[in-house]
Nanobody, 123 residues
């Protein structure tokens, strides 16, 4: 079973930066895409950024120019560099991945979520 573990969240002042990491592990697999979502208290989960296997990226409008998603395929890791953070960026950030996992002689589709890492932007 593929699992995701996030790290890097914390408390930061407005205007500050954080770098989130998400490591995927568990057997033989490849990911078609990896994404970062966030969920603030009382709000719906929203897609922050996504990176495909080929390296194409996309972002929600409110983080364009401030956040950068990247991946290290050799380490099965995706990063989210967050700069110029604002109080409205406060949320639990969750990693999501989907792809194919080898089970016996076949590959099967999977989609998994991490447990989330909290980010608080406050003075």
């Amino acid at each position: 079973q593929v699992q995701l573990v996030e790290s890097g969240g914390g408390l930061v002042q407005p205007g500050g930066s954080l770098r989130l990491s998400c490591v995927a592990s568990g057997g033989i697999f490849f990911t078609n895409y990896m994404s970062w979502y966030r969920q603030a208290p009382g709000k719906q989960r929203e897609l922050v950024a996504k990176i495909t296997r080929g390296g194409d990226t996309s972002y929600m409008d409110s983080v364009k120019g401030r956040f950068t998603i990247s991946r290290d395929s050799a380490k099965n890791t995706v990063y989210l560099q967050m700069n110029t953070l604002k109080p409205e960026d406060t949320a639990v950030y969750l990693c999501n991945a989907a792809g194919q996992q080898k089970i016996a002689a076949n590959y099967r589709y999977f989609e998994v979520w991490g447990q989330g890492t909290p980010v608080t932007v406050s003075s």
